[in-house]
């Protein structure tokens, strides 16, 4: 399988884009999907744009930085990942048209992002979860970010965070010390060196993980920006655990973020006089959010999510084991990210194409199969198993 | 206000027939309700009676110490309330026809009452609150315990509770301390001393409070009876707040048996490492307990049965301060048990039906609106303002 990879002129056009209005920019965004990025960072050069993009536009118009952003991108090991390319992941957020009619401005998809580190960005927000929380964590608080992350990481889930001290700190390096895939998702350019005690793990999440930003190189952290940050971090994954809040506190808005993403919420309880658990409870008792107990409660959780989303019976916590011969066979031929029609498994798995019909249904009441719009795939916390069996304990 | 009081035949009836079958004896009730107490007295004692009353009362028919459990009580500075004295408490448990259809046999109401204390029991069961939990309490949880139920009872809201060791003895202890009504209700006759531990608190509640059972004098405690003794705690008070327990926990069943009852269910959070907590966060996780942080949430969710009840409004959660006039008018339009369409808000409020849409959603992130099947219904935390404002600090 080749990769797909975007046009430089695409990729040229996206580096524009992304400096040109400040995120979440949604009238920008519309533009571009009516356009699509190359003409419609000519037309906004030239500002032949409606009214809408022209005042999103307008303070930065004329500046076109973005070569040089890539460049510096280059020789800061960065690259921006563009929705063209293969790596972009499959979007959670809200579809495009109900965030227009619901008028969620806040929550636009990025038009590009800005990433450091060796993994794959489709592939870390596989099953990933976002494990926040406040700055000024307790040890109680801190300890079980850590416990939750490196749980999470060892069952091959990547924990995304915002790398700020407290909780996230704690959740990176969780997950670090699993030797998983953790993501720190900045409110400033990758550059921007923030929060200044958290260099030295921002250099280690990306030598494993990924650090990701809207921002072009340059940008200084801002209020603002760690807001605009957080439906990043709830838009890409399957569910935010809070761990520690106050109760006016960013991990709150974050899972506010993800709840209206349809996303699921968790917050871990506390003893009742701690302030720090005092967001966390409160999300609880208003049913914002999902008490979890236990890392065994936060896959729960997060698997119930997906079955849900789904319609349908729950998630793959199972493993392929009990499948007969030709399930497996079936199963075997189906992919992650292209779906596939019943003759193509037929053709891919010797099964015959009545069999083939009657097997797609029962992998997809397994979770082990999804019917997508290009046809069946396989479902994302499952993946192909040989029929020579192994891996007994799922996954 | 002449003081109600049952005859004395009536009263002579109920002790026998509450020695008769051992609670909870739904056929027996079920006789009783039918043909009065003093005739199914008589037909008890004669065997004159259903297959399903004989069952229950075979054992003891022929035993008839009815004067002598009344003159031991008296000995004892006791009584035996039943339902024809004032004092009998306007019953919360299921209506009695609900009992018998459902097939909730273990919630039939008590025959009677064996009290000792000078408190009346209608009084003390107005806006009375169970506090109860693990006998293998942590310091965590007997100081929650105390430090809530001294908060109720310096609210005038008597604390009923099983008076075991652990947290159910910290209840008593804390509502003693605040100098309030706290009742004790117990698995065996009130003669029993039981928990050995407990005879001097068990003394000091009945000073100022009381001491409930439906056992008469002399019958030892036994693990069923708990649990029978479970329901009377749970259907005596408007809620019952589960401070710390295991997973398997008696304060568990007392806490299931006040669901059934319709009678409102919390439990306190603990720090996720504990496993007296471990009962309590499966119960929030489950949506089978609401999280109560303080004694404040208490408050406010057995509040808010009150006026789920009686079909009022709570009392707003989070103001409408912050909103613009636009959204307050629409917001105004609102009503709390119907829905309506944007474009009857936009005919009741004034405000033109492209704004109505876009505020509604708006609202809706604030937690003011819903969308409800039949349109949009104001949330029923929130409660309609004046643009002209006031209570700003919600209440």
Not at 250 to 266: D, E, P, S, Y
Not at 327 to 335: D, I, Q, T
Request: contains cysteine; positive net charge.
């Amino acid at each position: 399988m080749t990769e797909r990879r975007a046009d430089p002129e695409i990729r040229l056009a996206r580096s524009y884009l992304l400096r040109v209005a400040e995120p979440p920019a949604m009238a920008l965004t519309a533009f571009i999907r009516v356009y699509g990025p190359v003409r419609a960072a000519r037309l906004v050069r030239e500002g032949e744009c409606p009214e809408a993009v022209l005042a999103e536009t307008s303070a930065r118009r004329t500046l076109d930085r973005a070569k040089s952003d890539l460049a510096e991108a280059e020789r800061n090991g960065a690259r921006l990942v563009v929705p063209e390319d293969g790596e972009w992941p499959a979007w959670p957020l809200l579809p495009f048209d109900q965030v227009t009619q619901r008028g969620l401005r806040g929550f636009a998809p990025p038009i590009a992002l800005w990433v450091r580190g060796d993994a794959r960005l489709d592939e870390a927000v596989m099953s990933a979860v976002a494990v926040v929380g406040a700055r000024a964590a307790t040890g109680y608080g801190e300890h079980t970010a850590t416990e939750i992350a490196y749980g999470l990481a060892q069952r091959q889930m990547p924990v995304f965070s915002g790398a700020a001290y407290g909780i996230d700190g704690a959740a990176h390096r969780g997950a670090l010390a699993a030797g998983g895939v953790t993501a720190a998702v900045l409110g400033c350019g990758l550059d921007a060196g923030y929060p200044a005690g958290h260099a030295g793990l921002l250099k280690k999440i990306a030598e494993t993980g990924l650090v990701i930003s809207e921002y072009p190189f340059g940008t200084p952290p801002a209020r603002h920006r760690f807001l605009v940050r957080n439906r990043l971090i709830a838009g890409l994954t399957e569910g935010t655990v809070v761990v520690e809040a106050g109760v006016r506190s960013g991990a709150r808005n974050t899972a506010t973020t993800a709840g209206v993403l349809g996303k699921v919420v968790m917050a871990v309880p506390g003893p009742i006089g701690s302030s720090m658990s005092a967001g966390c409870h409160q999300m609880i008792r208003e049913s914002a959010a999902t008490l979890v107990g236990s890392l065994a409660d936060v896959i729960e959780t997060v698997g119930k999510l997906d079955s849900s989303l789904a319609g349908r019976t729950p998630r793959p916590r199972r493993s392929t084991d009990g499948l007969g011969e030709e399930a497996m066979r079936v199963h075997g031929a189906l992919e992650l990210r292209a779906g596939r029609s019943a003759e193509q498994i037929t053709t891919e798995s010797g099964v015959p194409i009545h069999r083939v019909r009657a097997v797609l249904p029962e992998l997809e009441l397994d979770g082990l199969a999804t019917r997508a719009e290009d046809g069946w795939r396989l479902t994302s916390r499952s993946r192909p198993v040989t029929p020579a069996g192994g891996g007994h304990q799922g996954q």
